[in-house]
């Protein structure tokens, strides 16, 4: 046992050694494991670290000596210090502060640091890839049926609670390693803008939306689907490096599956009858809970309380809502600052006329904050695209990214164009 330890400590300080100064490799793994592991692999340490959780933070290590902190990244690091004070003073409690750093805030500087290294193309790329690749695999698992992601063996109450397949009205739902239709569902959506942008050729282009647009579609995943369209939408009309070829192929293959698709969606959900219909209502009961968020620090006692003719304890297991769920956890004042980040970078996207693949998918994504938590890797992905936005509209365009850490001192001036405060010469 004790040699088999040492064994894995040597094999990992090679790694690390070797990563170091890889960040191409590094990005790589990091992934291939967001897409294709499952949140239940992982270990248990006191707490329980999932895979992606530890190599997030072991590449931050690696990779982040030399990385500098700009202004937008102050209400990320507000969050973290309102968090940890709540902590102290028993206003929030432990694992609330342990998910909001490992799966929202390190995520994000991970996105920032790893767009220093090695820029938007590399980034769209893997991530195409890989979201292509997820497709397939969905595609796979509707037409036969099986998973082969939930024979994976890990931590075994996170794999009782998401190692399930879903049926809705007699299909399959596609959920790849993501634990759940829903957070697939999410996660093609915001990969369709990386797709969309991807240095491929117009019809590679095309058949890998196509590949992402029915995994999406086998999900059953009524937010998943309406953020991919809208996602695509958003490509099309923003983006720049598309093609007015691919503009015109897109919109036409959209429209053309919108007829098709439209009509049987409408049936599936229709024979899903009170299933997807309860679902519907349980999200839209959920604003109940404002009224029992405190200005900062953690709702508490809710779960026995009874608003009405609502019982607030039936919304104790799950919360599907991701904005309500951090208005619970840690109050107004931390939440909106959380949120801060994602506003900065869109409106410096939008200003600045700097529309990133990443951009598009937070902007996009934003309808499904308010039907979805942050379940299994999504949340992880969504604040690492967001660290990828707000790094798209610090970095100047034309700017070579550095292989080995070395910073672009241009990233200081965080906003100093109007971004942030609308000084520019464009806004006055």
């Known amino acids: 046992m004790i040699l088999a330890a040492l064994t894995a400590l040597l094999a990992a300080g090679i790694a690390a050694m070797f990563l170091a100064r890889a960040p191409r490799a590094s990005f790589a793994l990091w992934v291939l494991a967001a897409f294709f592991l499952p949140i239940w692999v992982g270990v248990n340490v006191g707490f329980y670290l999932s895979a992606i959780t530890l190599l997030t933070l072991g590449f931050l290590v690696l990779h982040g000596r030399r990385f500098r902190l700009a202004a937008a990244d102050a209400a990320m690091l507000l969050f973290v210090g309102m968090v940890m004070l709540l902590f102290g003073a028993r206003q929030v409690e432990l694992s609330h502060l342990m998910s909001g750093v490992l799966e929202l805030v390190l995520p994000y500087f991970w996105g920032r640091i790893v ?33 082969v992601f939930i024979g994976i063996p890990g931590y075994e109450p996170l794999r009782a609670t998401w190692g399930t397949l879903q049926p809705r009205a007699g299909f399959l739902r596609a959920e790849g390693a993501f634990g759940h239709s829903i957070a697939l569902g999410a996660a093609l959506a915001m990969s369709a803008a990386f797709v969309m942008a991807a240095s491929l050729r117009t019809w590679a282009k095309v058949a890998g939306l196509i590949v992402v647009g029915a995994a999406e579609v086998f999900t059953f995943s009524r937010i998943g689907i309406v953020t991919f369209v809208l996602t695509i939408v958003l490509s099309v009309l923003v983006l720049r490096g598309v093609g007015s070829a691919m503009r015109w192929v897109t919109a036409g293959a959209l429209t053309a599956g919108l007829f098709v698709l439209v009509p049987f969606l409408d049936t599936v959900f229709a024979d899903a009858g009170g299933e997807a219909g309860g679902s519907a209502d349980y999200r839209g009961s959920l604003t109940v809970l404002l009224g029992q968020v405190q200005l900062i620090g953690g709702a508490t006692g809710w779960q026995d309380l009874v608003v009405g003719d609502t019982y607030l304890g039936n919304f104790t297991a799950s919360t599907d809502n991701a904005f309500i769920s951090l208005l619970l956890r840690y109050g107004w004042l931390p939440t909106v600052t959380l949120f801060g980040v994602v506003v900065i970078a869109v409106i410096g996207a939008v200003r600045g006329g700097r529309m990133s693949p990443a951009s598009v998918a937070v902007i996009a994504q934003v309808p499904g904050l308010f039907a979805v938590a942050f379940i299994t890797q999504y949340g992880v992905l969504f604040w690492f695209v967001a660290g990828l936005a707000v790094s798209s509209v610090l970095t100047p365009r034309g700017s070579a990214p550095s292989e080995l850490g070395v910073e672009r001192r241009s990233e200081e001036r965080m906003f100093t164009d109007g971004a942030l405060a609308g000084t520019s010469s464009r806004g006055r």
């Open 115 to 147: 767009y220093t290294r090695l820029g938007s193309r590399t980034i769209t790329g893997w991530i195409a890839g890989a979201a292509v690749a997820v497709g397939v695999l969905g595609v796979v698992e509707f037409v036969t049926g099986s998973n």
